[in-house]
């Protein structure tokens, strides 16, 4: 029995031993694990930008066409949508109780003119015979009174005339200037009612404005573009969505006070319209092209971390390690950020890789190794 016993004892120590030895080899610190990462050095530049603002395209110059008689839609002398001239006939409105007022008017008009006719030859007859002394001098201011009354008529007469052929005349419709006419609100027959009835709308098209809104901080800027008087370039361009407009705009004006409510401006430009591919009502935003004054830290955007409210990123520093640095972000340009404060050319900042950093985490910008037996399974 002795011997087992002794055989047992020297097998416990020997497994002990060997615990004892694996208790060790697990309690050894491991080296900690590099963090692949892509680093990018920071430089300066002069950065382009564009300020946009939501604008709304106006025509130049556009009215209402209403009639100025009242009367029934006899001609309709275009087609809907299309371009006019200034002085084409658009609309015709019966004219026969105008035409018949205005003989009526000129008959009138002779009728008086006999009458002062007469009174011009009583007023002669009367003066010939006061300077015999063969009136009395009632009857010759008599006549002088009714012929001065008869002129008042004839011009009465006359002037009733003028009124009665404008109403002939406004029996016609015509194009104020030239541009695009819309879709008419009146048929052939429709009755309209003089200034109430909208018959039409006309807009320039050549050329079409938009107009948007400006803080008012920002008026002496604009207020020294319109200053300028720069001709057409690609400081103002007009986007629809992904789509620009192929035809630079020209800044023309600010209005004339600022908005109390929303303490803003309104301001306009105009564009060229040889397509007539704007049209009015159109929404879009307009783009202002600016250039930083100096050059500029600018890093992409993705490089960058926020946390509460305040925004970081991981700059290399000694031993291949990484130290999270707060900056101070600017204006964003496409895909980068311009940097105000934090940062200073010739650093190097991560920019991909930074969701598993942390501070003081050393760094490679080696490719991960594929672990043991990746592809076996």
């Not at 416990?12 to 692949?36: D, F, M, N, R, Y």
């Not at 009367?126 to 002088?144: C, H, S």
């Amino acid at each position: 029995m002795l011997p087992q016993i002794k055989l047992i004892a020297s097998s416990t120590i020997l497994i002990t031993a060997l615990w004892s030895c694996g208790q060790k080899e697990q309690q050894k610190p491991t080296a900690p694990q590099e963090v692949p990462v892509t680093l990018m050095e920071v430089t300066n530049e002069t950065t382009t930008y564009f300020d946009q603002y939501p604008g709304t395209v106006v025509p130049l110059n556009e009215i209402e066409l209403r009639p100025q008689v009242s009367g029934f839609i006899t001609g309709i002398h275009f087609k809907d949508g299309a371009k006019v001239k200034k002085g084409q006939l658009l609309y015709s409105i019966d004219a026969q109780l105008y035409s018949a007022n205005y003989d009526q008017a000129v008959a009138a008009l002779q009728v008086q003119e006999a009458n002062m006719l007469k009174a011009q030859k009583d007023a002669d007859r009367y003066q010939a015979l006061a300077k015999n002394d063969a009136v009395a001098t009632q009857l010759v201011d008599n006549a002088e009174a009714a012929l001065q009354v008869a002129k008042k008529q004839v011009e009465a007469a006359k002037a009733n005339i003028k009124a009665v052929q404008t109403n002939v005349r406004y029996t016609k419709v015509y194009a104020p200037f030239s541009g695009t006419i819309g879709i008419s609100q009146v048929k052939p027959g429709s009755p309209v009612s003089a200034g109430q009835t909208l018959l039409n709308t006309v807009s320039t098209d050549q050329q079409l404005a938009v107009d948007f809104n400006v803080d008012q901080k920002e008026i002496y800027r604009f207020t020294n573009l319109i200053k300028e008087n720069k001709k057409s370039d690609s400081t103002f361009t007009l986007a629809f969505g992904q789509e620009i407009y192929p035809y630079p705009g020209k800044i023309d004006l600010l209005d004339r006070a600022v908005d109390p409510q929303t303490g803003t401006i309104r301001a306009r430009l105009t564009f060229p319209n040889p397509d007539n591919a704007l049209r009015a009502g159109m929404t879009g935003n307009v783009r202002v092209r600016s250039v930083s004054g100096a050059s500029a830290v600018s890093i992409p955007f993705k490089a960058v971390t926020e946390q509460l409210g305040e925004y970081f990123v991981y700059v290399l520093g000694d031993s291949s390690k990484v130290t999270q640095r707060r900056i101070e972000p600017g204006r964003t340009v496409g895909s980068k950020i311009i940097v105000e404060k934090g940062l200073n050319a010739g650093e190097k900042i991560a920019v991909e890789g930074i969701q598993n950093l942390r501070e003081g985490v050393k760094v490679t910008t080696a490719s991960p190794q594929a672990a043991p037996g990746a592809g076996n399974k």
